[in-house]
């Protein structure tokens, strides 16, 4: 009992010499000593561990072993304690109750965590940058930066990850999964980011960004920046071999391969067909397998891409986008408007020459 309540006093008696971090016990302070006498050292990436347990617990990310699994869904786990947590998502249980919001927890250890978001504590600083962190396990990740070691490999290519995290998003480009999956459509991707730039691209009709020269409103800041050229007149991409210059990176990616022979062509296997980019050769791929994953939201319709979505919502809506630059006029689809303006351009040039007769 002793020993415990030291663990709840303030005052650290015990310094380590060798990185002055302190200590309630003795006992603590040797088993940290571990660390630097590198006693229990992983062979596969060098790192140092205080207690052999640690060690063998920790062998098992890079062998994959995982002997724990839960009886109600089949998940596996490296360590035991790591399944009876697991475990309370099944049953609900949630003992640990944070006393300034009411956030309740499965685990103490997160509760401890979670007041120090609170409180802005965040006792883990590095000692290269200075950054400072919430948790040692943040903090140790972080000074992969500093220190390039990748302890996590892939199997299938041998390309290394700092964190295993990534290395989890890699291995998806060999298996091909696509764990999530757009509420609204049939359409899958590897990263959840990938779903809600998905969604917000294709299926929101919010569009914060407008134009300061003609109004017309866009869903990215992206969007904006490519179609302000079309008044500026503004050409940023430059070809490194002439003198001809793009408005849009994939326009001068096109002219390298077409007139430079710069790059490498993206060729579909059926076809045989050349795209510059391999968003556009995987857009082409969906026409063979006949999938049409964009469903509009006000009919049945399906469509291949996200852009003849696109051109077919403005059908249900009556809002009006694109601008005459000539009269003024708004209409529903840019063809029109196009269509529209040329017209108005060979007459304004009639009136013109009437004006100068």
């Known amino acids: 009992m002793k020993a415990h309540e030291q663990i709840h006093a303030t005052e650290r008696l015990y310094s380590c010499s060798h990185c002055e971090k302190r200590f309630t016990t003795h006992y603590y302070l040797n088993t940290h000593m571990n660390i630097h006498s590198s006693s229990f050292k992983c062979t596969e990436c060098g790192r140092c561990f205080s207690r052999n347990k640690d060690l063998t617990v920790h062998r098992r990310s890079h062998s994959g072993e995982k002997p724990f699994e839960c009886t109600v869904c089949g998940k596996r786990f490296t360590q035991s304690g790591s399944l009876v947590v697991h475990s309370r998502i099944h049953g609900g249980v949630k003992p640990h109750k944070c006393q300034l919001c ?26 290269v940058c200075g950054k400072a962190f919430v948790t040692s396990s943040a903090l140790n990740s972080h000074f992969r930066i500093h220190s390039g070691v990748k302890p996590h490999k892939c199997q299938e290519c041998d390309k290394a ?7 989890k998003r890699h291995m998806r480009v060999h298996t091909g999964d696509k764990p999530y999956k757009c509420s609204l459509c049939d359409k899958s991707f590897k990263r959840s980011s990938h779903v809600q730039s998905h969604t917000h691209a294709v299926h929101s009709n919010r569009r914060p960004y407008y134009c300061p020269y003609c109004g017309k409103l866009f869903k990215s800041s992206r969007d904006l920046k ?18 001809d210059r793009f408005t849009r990176h994939h326009q001068l990616k096109t002219h390298l391969l077409k007139s430079h022979n710069e790059g490498t062509w993206f060729t579909c296997h059926i076809c045989e067909k050349k795209f ?26 399906r469509f291949y891409s996200a852009g003849e979505l696109k051109q077919h919502q403005p059908r249900h809506s009556d809002i009006k986008r694109f601008c005459c630059g000539s009269c003024g006029k708004y209409f529903k689809y840019k063809q029109t408007v196009k269509r529209h303006f040329s017209i108005c351009s060979v007459k304004l040039g ?8």
Do not use: M
Request: with cysteine.
């Open 102 to 127: 009411g956030k309740a927890f499965s685990v103490s250890h997160n509760l401890k965590i979670h007041i120090r978001f609170h409180r802005g504590n965040k006792p883990y600083k590095c000692r």
């Open 226 to 243: 490519c179609h302000v050229y079309t008044h500026t007149g503004a050409k940023p991409y430059l070809c490194g071999h002439c003198s």
């Open 350 to 357: 009639y009136v013109n020459v009437f004006l100068r007769r």
């Open 161 to 167: 990850f700092s964190w295993s995290e990534s290395l």
């Open 276 to 301: 510059a980019l391999s968003g556009y050769l995987k857009q082409h791929l969906v026409r063979h397998e006949g999938v049409k994953p964009y469903v509009c939201d006000e009919c049945p319709k």
